[in-house]
């Protein structure tokens, strides 16, 4: 019955009380990131009631798509459906799937709009009112998809291992989950949790985030890394004494699906140089928060970094050097933190 309560309750937030981002009590669904020129280029084909109703809070739109099958859990409005399918072309697919009837109306109104922007003769993004606890209720396939995204919207889910299992499912070997949320710092006390305001404001409903790299490992994700990450700010003064000093931060994380990785990142001496041939990114590319890439540069790398290169649609962007067949102990650099940053957008 709880777990029914909060889904009605998160469905009422965001399709009846929030109208727009300015109703927001945080900027938990908030982002100072910049985007990248290809994305804003995107960005400002998207029609504005589809943006007045967003609410992310990271960059959920990775490089080299032309192509690819995306999948947008919780996509809301569609903005980052409509920006994913301008980016993968029309020989690419889109599908994004919400359980919120008025935020998937704003959404499917705008595909014509969408399609006639992008010079697309056929619309490659469709929409699916469901939830993203149960993909196989909408007959989407096992191994189906090369790359899955979700802005903000994890943390709302009930059941976030069904979550998790389902992407990996959906997944293609060798494909990517690459999403933002909110986690805190802590395990979240039960009394937050009931609280409808603070789960609708993406707080309540975070997890701890030790607590989400061992679940997303025991279901396959063995590798997590971490692209970005930021500590939250709450101004508003009635949920900052609500939540005391719980600390909570918005990350972006990469998780591949690859049978192959190690669940420690080892030392085989191997190297990756990118040729700086990824669209949008000339001179470098970021694969997370540890590891840059910069054009014609060759650079060291983990036996697992190694692998999401070159097991994944990254290949042909990189030469490659070692291999597998002389060990070296645990490669010391994937310890070093990346870097939190703070911010505040409310």
Do not use: W
């Not at 809301?76 to 301008?86: A, V």
């Not at 469901?130 to 994890?154: H, P, Q, T």
């Not at 000093?245 to 998780?255: M, N, Q, V």
């Amino acid at each position: 019955m709880e777990t029914d309560t909060t889904k009605q309750n998160v469905k009422e937030y965001y399709g009846d009380i929030l109208q727009s981002t300015k109703d927001l009590k945080t900027n938990a669904c908030c982002t100072t990131i910049t985007y990248p020129d290809l994305i804003k280029e995107s960005l400002g084909k998207i029609h504005d009631e589809v943006l007045n109703k967003y609410y992310g809070c990271g960059l959920t739109i990775p490089t080299d798509l032309e192509g690819l099958k995306v999948l947008d859990l919780g996509s809301g409005s569609g903005r980052d459906c409509f920006i994913l399918s301008d980016l993968v072309g029309e020989q690419g697919e889109v599908v994004g799937v919400d359980m919120t009837p008025s935020q998937l109306a704003v959404a499917n109104k705008y595909i014509p709009y969408h399609t006639e922007k992008f010079g697309h003769k056929n619309p490659n993004v469709s929409f699916h009112h469901g939830e993203i606890e149960n993909l196989n209720a909408l007959g989407l396939k096992d191994n189906y998809f090369d790359l899955i995204v979700s802005n903000c919207v994890i943390n709302l889910s009930t059941d976030k291992r069904a979550v998790f299992a389902e992407a990996f499912r959906t997944l293609k070997e060798g494909g990517e989950l690459y999403f933002s949320d909110v986690y805190a710092d802590r395990r979240i006390p039960q009394e937050l949790i009931n609280d409808p305001v603070l789960y609708g404001e993406c707080l309540s409903g975070a997890l701890y985030v030790n607590d989400f790299t061992t679940l997303v490992k025991s279901i396959g994700f063995i590798d997590p890394r971490v692209v970005t990450k930021e500590e939250l700010l709450i101004t508003n003064k009635e949920v900052q004494e609500k939540v005391g000093d719980i600390k909570f931060y918005s990350i972006t994380y990469r998780l591949f699906k690859l049978s192959d990785l190690a669940p420690f990142c080892e030392d085989y001496h191997q190297s990756a140089t990118y040729k700086g041939t990824i669209p949008g990114s000339p001179d470098s590319f970021e694969l997370d928060g540890k590891d840059l890439f910069k054009k014609d540069e060759q650079k060291k790398v983990c036996g697992n970094t190694y692998l999401m290169l070159k097991n994944s649609r990254f290949k042909d962007h990189f030469s490659f050097t070692g291999d597998f067949s002389k060990h070296f102990g645990l490669y010391k650099e994937c310890s070093e933190p990346v870097t939190v940053k703070k911010t505040s957008c409310c």
